[in-house]
């Protein structure tokens, strides 16, 4: 998946969770990428704020802690 | 003898819903009845059947045909029992000398106008008027029609001195699957008033008076096909002589038996009889006991199933090794062990998690539920996905956040009792049009209607009601209306404070109040973004809060747009507002598109939910399904749809089995469909048909229809249908068996022999399901989930005393502009939708006759946008946005509003996907259908990509034959 379409899905779930308080919107958003994205997702995200991550909204980067690391998958 | 069918009883006026109760005597049988019930309805009850021939118990009593006279001691004249309602202690005698004369010289006048041609009729043995001749033993009729044509009739040609006859009129055929001949007709009404009660269209009428009068459909120059007859076959249900006929009927001949089995097109989930001679399937008609539909059809599931029998159908497997070779057909043995070394060897190759599976929401539950667990227990990943993806996934996160479930509060009797119907971004009328015909009904009697759609569809206006309001917004704006509408009631205090109270969380509701009570989400703050003017709003929101038993129907409109499920939760906000939750005539009500949407959903088919909803990351529910299957299961969520294909074009997804959904033409920005496809090592396709995904497969499995298969279908109700087997499938084998043969070329020795063990799996694997199984759907017809020791006999209503999370969660909806915006470049906004006659990608029904009324997608555009672009009335038109351009024909129209274009997508040669972009919901990845930025200029011809596209799909389609 391109960068710019996990940043844009990320930031649009920072969107939605930033009208909650900050401490909620930061564990729900987390929840919710662990929750529906797929390992190789979250892979990217990681590639993608390892390397700083600026441009992601403020929120992402504040859950990023909260979001499983996936365990990278081995092809036989 | 006429025997040939068990016919539904017809008790011959609607039951009454009174309380009290009435006594009388008929026949010297005591009765009791509820008040208000007919004479008629009262003898029909104790097994007396009155002569009847205009009376029917799905309408309102008439009176005209004068056969069911009876006699009341005490009473003068011989009233008919269908309008002479019951009284305590009458005397009634439906069987006397006076009676039988009087009926007998009734009979013989009708039969002095009626053609003598049973033995060739249509109807013969499926006649009222040949029944009733012989219920009231008519022997002679002393008025024959004259030999010579001296006298009028309706019935021959010409008389003989070659004049024509004036009152002789032609068959009207125009009809693909109904002839009228007029010549048959006994001016009963029973035709007119079916559709004005029952469909509500109002197309027929009577012309004329007394010997003149004549069933027309409208204008004395309309036939059938150009009148407004939407063609749902009520009239032809209710017509008791061969006037109007199924030509199934007349081609093939009276059916002699039937079976009761459940619509696969829309979510409605009509339950029909196939009436069947031998294995051909002679008719559908709409079964009377089936409690989504209450025995009325639409033109779909009514006459739109030749599909199933069309020379397209494929009926052997086929293989290639890629996709430009032609398909080679081969032996289902050798293409289970074709495709499974394929996807073996892609699991070696790339990994356990670069394969998956697309569930159909077209098949059963049973078969949906194998297909998910193809992926879980057999390839051991949970990439599983189904089309609710791009339709209602936003309804299940949104409702599930809300209230607990994802899924529809009511029934759809709920709607007898609304007395506000707010319906957004659906339009029943064309999509879900059974639904519409119960709904109309209600608005005829007086409830109210808003509408809220960017366009005026037919669903705003119809004959006998009107939309109280119709919001007119910019496309991609819901959020902001669904939030102004709750801020009007928040501020104005329209709230159902005790029901918050007592139902919802307090502390959760104040604190949404104080957000939506901010001036930025007032209906006069958000009409510059939304285009409708706040007063109009305000007097809609108004109507809602305090118009009595408010009801919210959505639709596709709601959830495929960026915010499709922040606008669920805002549409679950309103309801909970208002205390419009928990009993009949209220609720929220998503309207599923396909026949299984909401079963498939059930079923785990999403990559994150084993079946019931429940996530895969909690252990005790994956233990529920290691020691059922002997598995271990993932505990990761898998690719959803739009994912699988991103994760195809990079490389890591190599094969995809795809059962009964055709992703290329359904799914947005097809260029990016097309290359995640064409980057996948093995597609697997199983369908009837060679769908447009399948130009892009290996292994194709050949399908079977819903006539050729067990199973059961869930509909927007959560009514669990059964469907059954009425004929052998084609190609040898049910869509579950082709499945199991699959899993286990693969390895997986499953061994199940009939559906409903696959039911009892998931009645002991799924608490909502615990109490579901054949025997009960058998007995009791269809039961609503959930069905369990709580609830033995399912659930019509849901939330009844409390929220199934609880207390009703409100959540904050902020309004966010979609990223997909109008510029110099794409200045209209294009939005998309359905029409009647067609159904979806039109694999099924443009292989029907309903081509007649819709052979191609066409653009309405308004008269302004038109008038810029030079733009004339069925001009080709290039309609292009960032993602790609096709061509199709404009029409003009004010249905839209400036500054918007609006198509279909049931035509692959059009491809609207082409157009719409990958921008999708937050939170489920639902595709933003429904806004795209475009621009619309004339054309000359198909566009490239359509050139290139036909060009490739003929390719691809080549077969060659098995040796």
């Known amino acids: 998946m391109s960068a710019e379409k996990i940043t844009r899905m990320a930031n649009q779930i920072a969107q939605f969770m930033e009208t909650k308080p900050h401490a909620e919107g930061v564990a729900l958003l987390a929840s919710h990428i662990n929750d529906f994205w797929d390992p190789r997702m979250r892979r990217q995200l990681f590639e993608l704020l390892d390397a700083g991550g600026a441009e992601f909204r403020p929120l992402v980067r504040d859950a990023a802690s909260a979001i499983r690391r996936p365990v990278v998958e081995q092809a036989a | 003898m006429k025997d040939f069918i068990i016919p539904d009883r017809d008790f011959g006026t609607p039951a009454s819903k009174s309380k009290t109760m009435v006594t009388l005597t008929i026949d010297g049988f005591d009765v009791t009845v509820p008040e208000g019930t007919s004479i008629m309805r009262a003898a029909a009850e104790i097994g007396i059947s009155v002569p009847k021939l205009c009376a029917s118990d799905n309408m309102e009593a008439f009176g005209s045909c004068r056969l069911c006279l009876v006699e009341i001691e005490g009473r003068n004249g011989t009233p008919a029992s269908c309008t002479t309602p019951v009284a305590p202690g009458l005397k009634v005698k439906t069987q006397t000398g006076k009676l039988k004369d009087l009926r007998r010289g009734v009979m013989e006048l009708y039969i002095s106008d009626h053609p003598l041609d049973c033995l060739t009729c249509a109807a013969n043995g499926d006649c009222e008027l040949q029944d009733m001749a012989g219920a009231v033993g ?81 204008a004395k120059t309309d036939d059938a096909l150009a009148s407004d007859c939407v063609s749902c076959g009520a009239c032809v249900q209710a017509c008791p002589t061969a006037t109007l006929t199924e030509k199934s009927v007349i081609d093939i001949g009276t059916p002699d038996r039937s079976i009761i089995t459940t619509c696969a097109y829309c979510g409605v989930g009509c339950s029909f009889k196939a009436e069947m001679r031998g294995d051909e399937l002679v008719r559908m008609t709409p079964y009377k ?76 539950n049973e078969e949906t539920y194998l297909v998910q667990k193809l992926t879980r227990a057999v390839f051991m990943n949970n990439n599983t996905d189904t089309c609710a993806r791009v339709c209602h996934s936003p309804t299940g996160y949104g409702l599930g956040q809300t209230f607990g ?194 079963g498939s959903c059930d079923m785990g088919s999403f990559p994150h939910e084993l079946p019931g909803y429940r996530h895969v990351k909690n252990p005790e529910v994956r233990a529920i399904y290691e020691a059922a299957w002997g598995v271990t299961i993932d505990p990761e969520p898998g690719l959803r749809i739009p994912n699988m294909l991103d994760a195809a074009v990079e490389g890591t997804f190599k094969g995809l089995y795809c059962q009964g959904e055709d992703i290329l033409q359904s799914d947005p920005d097809t260029h990016h469909v097309a290359a995640g496809l064409a980057a996948m090592e093995c597609v697997i396709v199983h369908d009837l048909f060679l769908n447009e995904t399948a130009n892009y497969a290996h292994v194709f499995f050949p399908g079977s229809s819903f006539l050729e298969k067990d199973g059961t279908f869930t509909n927007a109700e959560r ?18 068996e082709v499945t199991q043969l699959f899993a286990n070329a693969m390895g997986a020795g499953w061994n199940y022999t009939h559906p409903s063990q696959i039911m009892e799996e998931i009645a002991m694997t799924t608490p909502s399901f615990a109490g579901v199984n054949y025997e009960k759907l058998e007995t009791m017809g269809s039961v609503q989930w959930p069905c369990n020791e709580k609830a033995p006999e399912g659930t019509p209503l849901m939330h009844i005393d409390g929220f199934v999370r609880g207390k009703g969660k409100f959540i904050r909806t902020e309004y966010v502009a979609t990223d997909e915006k109008t510029g110099p470049r794409f200045p209209l906004l294009l939005t998309t939708g359905r029409i009647l006659s067609q159904y979806n990608v039109g694999a099924q029904t443009r292989r029907t006759a309903n081509v007649v009324w819709h052979d191609e997608d066409v653009l309405e555009i308004h008269p302004h946008d038109a008038e810029n672009r030079g733009v004339h009335e069925g001009d080709f038109v290039r309609l292009a946005s960032r993602s790609g351009e096709t061509t199709l024909r404009a029409t003009i129209t004010d249905k839209v509003s400036p500054g918007v274009v609006y198509t279909t997508f049931h035509h692959p040669d059009t491809q609207a996907n082409v157009i719409t972009t990958d921008f999708s919901d937050w939170a489920t990845n639902c595709p933003e259908y429904k806004v795209t930025a475009v621009q619309v200029s004339p054309s000359n011809g198909p566009s490239e990509w359509q050139e290139e596209y036909a060009a490739q799909a003929a390719l691809s389609r080549r077969i060659l034959a098995a040796e």
Not at chain 2, 197 to 215: C, K, M, N, P, Y
Not at chain 2, 324 to 351: C, H, N, T
Not at chain 2, 459 to 472: I, M, N, Q, S
């Open chain 2, 138 to 218: 008519l022997r002679d009729v002393r008025y024959e029609a004259a030999p010579k044509g001296e006298f009028a009739n309706h019935f021959t040609v010409k008389n003989t001195s070659g004049e024509a006859n004036p009152q002789w009129l032609p068959k009207d055929n125009s009809n693909p699957y109904f002839a009228y001949d007029p010549a048959k007709c006994i001016v009963c009404s029973r035709c007119v008033r079916a559709c004005e009660e029952v469909q509500g269209t109002f197309a027929l009428t009577i012309e004329g008076r007394g010997f003149d009068s004549r069933v027309s459909f409208g």
């Open chain 2, 289 to 364: 006991h089936g409690k989504a539909n209450r025995g009325h059809s639409c033109v779909k599931g009514r006459f739109a199933y030749g599909y199933a029998t069309h020379q397209d159908r494929i009926l052997k497997p086929m293989i290639r090794d890629s996709i430009d070779q032609p398909w080679q057909e081969v032996s289902w043995a050798e293409a289970m062990e074709f495709a499974a070394a394929k996807m073996k060897g892609i699991q070696a190759k790339y990994g356990r998690n670069s394969v998956g599976v697309i569930t159909s929401s077209r098949c059963t």
């Open chain 2, 719 to 736: 009514r669990i249908n059964m469907v059954r087997k009425v004929m052998a499938p084609k190609q040898g084998y049910a869509d579950w």
């Open chain 2, 405 to 598: 479930t994802s899924a529809g509060t009511q029934d759809f009797d709920s709607v007898e009792e609304s007395d506000v119907i707010m319906v957004i971004g659906a339009n029943p009328s064309a999509a879900h049009p059974v639904f519409a015909s119960r709904m109309k009904k209600r608005l005829r009697a007086g409830a109210k209607l808003i509408v809220v759609d960017p366009r005026r569809t037919e669903t705003v206006e119809g004959p006998h009601y009107k939309a109280a309001h119709h919001l007119a917004l910019t496309p991609g704006t819901n959020v902001a209306v669904v939030s102004a509408i709750a801020h009007v009631i928040v501020t104005e205090k329209l709230y159902d404070e005790e029901f918050i109270r007592t139902r919802c969380d307090w502390d959760e509701f104040q604190d949404y109040a104080e957000f939506i009570s901010t001036p930025n989400h007032s209906p006069e703050a958000t009409e510059i973004l939304t285009g409708v003017p706040a007063e109009e709003l305000r007097k809609a929101a108004r109507l809602y809060a305090g118009g009595g038993n408010g009801a919210i129907y959505y639709g596709l409109g709601v959830t495929e747009h960026s915010q499709g499920s922040t606008t669920v939760i805002g549409i679950a906000n309103l309801a909970m507002l208002t205390g419009n939750i928990g009993r009949k005539g209220v609720g929220v009500n998503p309207l599923r598109g396909q026949n299984n949407v909401q």
